[in-house]
């Protein structure tokens, strides 16, 4: 699929990596959809994108809001054929903290936004997905998920974390051979430690820390580095069933 052709719709795509990956497929011709739950900063992603952007509210936790979400987004950009989740939080706490054991809550909440706000979109796209117009290789379309390398090596304090993209990785495989059938792929990127707008508010000391547990290139992620290879799944159709690490070589450790 060629970047001029598609038509994506981006959860989280208001700021940080969905942002990225939105700026790298509007600047290859592209029409993209941008979902989040802040509006302003929806509004104002949109504008700086252009035309070829739109901002829709929705709740990717909400059965119903992504349904139309979903519709709306087909209807402003004339289709759909790409489905990118990059909404996400970092549910950070020990198991077994100072004040007590971790609030279930806590852990219900990262596994809510995290998995099942990925598979909500998931089943969302490809319900729509599944109509187009299929084109080489019978292709109609492609899911990306975002995990990351705590879904392998979690550290401290990621429990909750770490189960919920470890969850995304899981269930790649079977939703890739499922989908086949409609031309549908899916893939997962699990990327090591970016320079997200997160990331860029930590003292200068613990982004030195970071980017030192990097052994090459020894620095923190670009996001356009991100943007780069959800560009490349997408153009390469072979791309199929897998998650992809994207982290400079780093393996976390404990701590």
Same mark, same amino acid.
């Given at each position: ?8 719709? &981006?959860?989280?795509?208001? *700021? ?5 990956? !939105?700026?790298? /497929?509007?600047?290859? +011709? =592209?029409?993209? %959809? ?78 809510? &936004?995290?998995?099942?706000? *990925? ?5 969302? !796209?490809?319900? /729509?997905?599944?109509? +187009? =117009?299929?084109? %080489? ?97 997408? +153009? ?20």
């Amino acid at each position: 699929m060629q970047l001029s052709e598609v038509r994506a719709v &981006i959860s989280g795509g208001a *700021s940080g990596l969905g942002f990225a990956v !939105a700026q790298r /497929l509007v600047d290859g +011709g =592209a029409q993209v %959809a941008l979902i989040d739950i802040n509006d302003e900063q929806g509004a104002n992603a949109a504008a700086e994108l252009g035309h070829s952007a739109h901002y829709i509210h929705a709740d990717v936790t909400s059965e119903g809001s992504i349904v139309e979400a979903m519709a709306s987004a087909m209807s402003k950009l004339g289709g759909l054929n790409v489905a990118l989740s990059c909404a996400g939080v970092l549910g950070a706490g020990r198991v077994l903290g100072k004040g007590g054991p971790m609030p279930l809550s806590k852990f219900e909440t990262a596994i809510k &936004i995290n998995l099942v706000g *990925s598979f909500n979109l998931a089943k969302a !796209a490809s319900n /729509l997905m599944q109509h +187009g =117009a299929p084109g %080489a290789d019978g292709e109609r379309g492609v899911i990306i998920n975002t995990a990351s390398v705590a879904a392998f090596e979690g550290q401290v304090g990621q429990a909750a974390y770490s189960a919920s993209k470890a969850g995304l990785v899981g269930m790649t495989l079977p939703m890739a051979r499922e989908l086949s059938r409609f031309g549908i792929r899916v893939m997962t990127v699990a990327p090591g430690i970016f320079l997200t707008p997160m990331a860029a508010g930590m003292p200068d000391e613990v982004q030195a820390s970071l980017s030192a547990q990097v052994p090459f290139p020894s620095r923190l992620g670009k996001p356009s580095e991100f943007a780069d290879a959800v560009a490349f799944i997408i +153009g390469n159709r072979y791309m199929n069933g897998e998650c992809l690490r994207l982290d400079g070589a780093v393996r976390l450790q404990p701590k």
